[in-house]
């Protein structure tokens, strides 16, 4: 309740704000990282008290095991892991020309699971899908963000783009407003920051548990009062698409704690 | 076989103090929720949690509800000897967990 009451408030301070700052300059750029209290910083730094290298030991064990008809494992194609998807995360969301779209990391390995294990795709948010991811984007960690590079994804940001400045939900607020516009202010106590996608997939506090970038956008929408996107719909990959871009160069820093 | 993380420093000088580090995997579900239909989502934590060195017992922590899920736990010892540290994690429902690191004391 305090929470929806503050977005309210500040729907109504955006509202009265003249001049909006619009879009962060590039060395103004600050991951969530640097909003966080010394405590969670802590926790994300020690791999042994970062809740999410549990998920990332989870990811290696299925890493090496067979599924599917084909009864390959992941290794059996690609081998050692820190080798075969070092830097992988970092270009995701990623050109994908059998269908001529973008696919997230995640749509990345439900691809191989379908086409080259043969076996079903992991459902979104499932401990599976969350352990693998977070074992990949670990292999990119301190890498700089290149996805969105590909000329062939420049309509796919420009639409992202678009989504991230369109008002929406009954609060009429856009994803701007907030993490361009009050990236430095804080919202019923949380730092509102500017949306950088440097940590995904994270290990939440809130949610005592891992999720995925989407999970979080879907969070946002849900917060402003807008139906959130389905996961996987076309839109929602833009919109991760459009984040990782204005993240470029960026470290990535998976998987991340966050408050 | 349940995740943990244990960190202890690989080597260590006689007589100085080590910290340990330990994270375990687990939902810690409290037994005070409710589902959407109203029926109380079960406790099931881990109730308590052991180090032993080389056999004996060195920590010794019982757990209670509203701890936070993936319990970490760190604890200091004095480096005595070369060995073994167990660690033990135990709870509701039949869960066993173990883990072991060694230690060189020079």
């Known amino acids: ?259 | 076989m349940p995740a943990a993380l244990v960190n202890v420093p690989a080597k260590a000088k006689r007589g100085a103090v080590i910290e340990i580090k330990t994270l375990m995997s687990h939902v810690m579900e409290p037994g005070y929720r409710h589902t959407a239909a109203g029926e109380v989502v079960p406790r099931d934590i881990i109730t308590s949690f052991t180090c032993r060195f080389n056999g004996a017992e060195i920590f010794r922590a019982d757990l209670f509800p509203a701890i936070a899920a993936n319990p970490f736990l760190s604890f200091f010892t004095t480096a005595s000897e070369s060995g073994r540290f167990e660690f033990e994690w135990i709870g509701d429902n039949g869960f066993v967990a173990t883990a072991s690191a060694a230690i060189i004391v020079e």
């Open chain 1, 1 to 259: 309740m305090m929470r929806r009451a503050a977005i309210a408030i500040l729907a109504l301070l955006g509202a009265a704000l003249p001049g909006l700052a619009g879009e962060i300059g590039e060395s103004a750029r600050r991951s969530g990282y640097e909003f966080m209290s010394a405590d969670t910083k802590a926790m994300q730094d020690d791999n042994t008290a970062n809740p999410a290298m549990l998920s990332v030991l989870d990811g290696e064990t299925l890493w090496r095991t067979k599924a599917g008809a084909a009864g390959k494992s992941c290794s059996d194609c690609h081998g050692a892991v820190d080798v075969s998807m070092k830097g992988v995360a970092a270009r995701y969301p990623a050109f994908n020309a059998a269908s001529g779209a973008p696919v997230d990391l995640g749509q990345r390995v439900n691809l191989c699971r379908r086409q080259h294990q043969e076996a079903e795709p992991f459902a979104p948010e499932s401990r599976e899908l969350l352990a693998l991811t977070a074992l990949i984007a670990r292999q990119s960690r301190g890498m700089p963000i290149t996805a969105g590079d590909d000329p062939r994804l420049a309509p796919s940001v420009a639409h992202g783009r678009a989504l991230f400045m369109q008002r929406q939900g009954q609060l009429n607020l856009a994803c701007t407003n907030c993490h361009d516009d009050n990236w430095d202010k804080h919202l019923a106590g949380s730092a509102i920051t500017q949306a950088q996608p440097t940590g995904y997939p994270i290990y939440r506090l809130e949610w005592q548990g891992m999720g995925s970038l989407q999970r979080r956008l879907r969070g946002c929408m849900t917060g402003v009062r807008a139906q959130a996107y389905d996961f996987d719909a076309p839109d929602m990959i833009a919109l991760e698409l459009y984040l990782t871009s204005r993240a470029h160069g960026m470290a990535v820093e998976a998987p991340a704690v966050r408050p």
